[in-house]
């Protein structure tokens, strides 16, 4: 199983793309492969015979064999009709120089390296051995919850980070006396327990959650459960910018979206304010060389966030054609695991559907996310106490507050603010 973006830890076969036993050629596409972030095919590293090993629909940790290209007079490995779960090391990413060994490599060990716990039982015989990641083992520890009663989600059924999490998500439940005391004397009859399934929710539909939404899923909630977080607001005066667009577009067929705009806003005021581009990691800061923003695109079902590499330097007529070509690739399918990685900031922007104000989830591994609004004209008083209308825009910083503070944030912020008001300095 290949690595095909930075965080991912596992893949699954979606199909295999050439039939067994066929000749295959370097460069070759023989799978699609569903990863964290995109489904992605995969292509043949050398020329020979192709063997299946894994099947469609196998879920497998990356380093597990999932096929066999053997060259003449080669025979498949006796062992391969069963999965090898290795796992490769953690790779760096050198676009940022962000290691993703750390907690990726930990969750994604192999169940034979993974730690393991002797699961309910009557003491008789000895009990089934359940398989535990250690950074599973860990977390349990942290958020008090009771490893026998999971049923892991992993390969083998081992229990991993995410199977942890959404068991300290879950409500609770008071346990229930099999003998109640009677009420007291005119006291209130306590009620009937509803039977299993009586919950009035009508008809339940149990929706399996892809790779990619269960990637969203586990990196969110670790966001929420170890960033510290916090919100600086402002709004931008993005009238000059609308009629710049404006008159842009009166001039040539496309012109920047208020989006690419605002990536180029980032990427400057990132240059300017190192922290803001940088990430809080094991106790340091990490502050990346490189402007990559990294832009919030709806697919089908999920989310899927691109790069923009060194939006600092680049035209905004630059940014605005590859933001269009990236979104475009996204919602085919056909996005690149080069295209998924080395963001150094990310911007989210929900002004297309009315939204105005929302606030976003900083993603683990950067200082902060913007959310972007959209834009309202209201009145507006004027220097000479009359009242115009003016395109608002309501702007949202999320930080980790381990790297970026209350002045920090609030100076990136106005740097952001005071660009997009100024447009003409977003076209060089």
């Known amino acids: 199983m290949p690595r095909l973006s930075d965080s991912m830890e596992e893949g699954t076969i979606l199909r295999w793309l050439v039939a067994d036993g066929a000749a295959v050629a370097r460069g070759d596409e023989i799978a699609e492969i569903e990863t964290d972030k995109a489904n992605m095919t995969y292509e043949a590293d050398a020329a020979g015979v192709f063997r299946a090993v894994a099947a469609e629909g196998d879920a497998l940790l990356v380093g597990a064999v999932i096929a066999h290209v053997l060259g003449d007079g080669e025979e498949a490995p006796a062992s391969s009709g069963s999965v090898s779960p290795s796992v490769l090391p953690g790779t760096a990413d050198t676009s940022t120089g962000q290691d993703t060994s750390s907690e990726s490599a930990d969750e994604g060990a192999s169940p034979s390296a993974s730690t393991s716990m002797p699961a309910v039982g009557d003491g008789s015989e000895p009990s089934t051995r359940v398989k535990v990641s250690p950074v599973a083992r860990r977390l349990a520890r942290e958020l008090g919850v009771e490893l026998a009663s999971l049923a892991g989600s992993g390969p083998s059924g ?15 439940a008071a346990p229930i006396s099999q003998t109640s005391p009677p009420p007291a004397a005119g006291g209130p009859v306590p009620s009937a327990v509803p039977a299993v399934g009586g919950t009035g929710k009508g008809e339940v539909t149990v929706v399996e959650l892809t790779s990619t939404q269960k990637t969203i899923a586990r990196r969110m909630a670790e966001s929420k459960a170890t960033v510290p977080d916090f919100q ?3 709004e931008a005066d993005v009238t000059d910018l609308l009629a710049l667009r404006k008159q842009i577009k009166a001039a040539q067929e496309t012109a920047p979206s208020v989006n690419d705009f605002v990536v180029k806003a980032c990427g400057l005021a990132l240059r300017e304010h190192p922290r803001a581009n940088g990430a809080y ?10 402007a990559n923003v990294g ?34 690739r996204v919602r085919d399918g056909k996005i690149l695991p080069p295209e998924l990685s080395g963001g150094t900031f990310t911007v989210s922007n929900l002004g297309m ?14 200082a902060a996310i ?33 790297i970026l503070y209350g002045a920090d944030a609030a100076q990136f912020l106005a740097r952001v603010r005071e660009l997009l008001q100024t447009p003409f300095a977003l076209l060089a």
């Open 158 to 172: 081992r229990i991993v980070k995410a199977d942890v999490e959404a068991a300290a998500a879950e409500p609770q």
């Open 232 to 234: 600086v607001r402002t």
């Open 281 to 290: 990691r094991d106790g340091a800061f990490e502050l990346y060389g490189r």
């Open 295 to 328: 832009v919030a695109v709806a697919a089908e079902g999920t989310l899927i966030v691109p790069t923009i590499f060194d939006a600092d330097t680049q035209p905004v007529t630059a940014i605005a054609q590859t933001t269009r070509a990236l979104a475009a």
């Open 353 to 366: 559907f009315g939204v105005t104000s929302f606030t976003a989830v900083v993603n683990p591994g950067q």
């Open 370 to 402: 913007l959310a972007v609004g959209a834009a309202v004209e209201r009145p507006t008083v004027a220097a000479d106490g009359s009242l115009a209308p003016r395109a608002l825009m309501d702007l949202s910083l999320s930080c980790d507050h381990r």
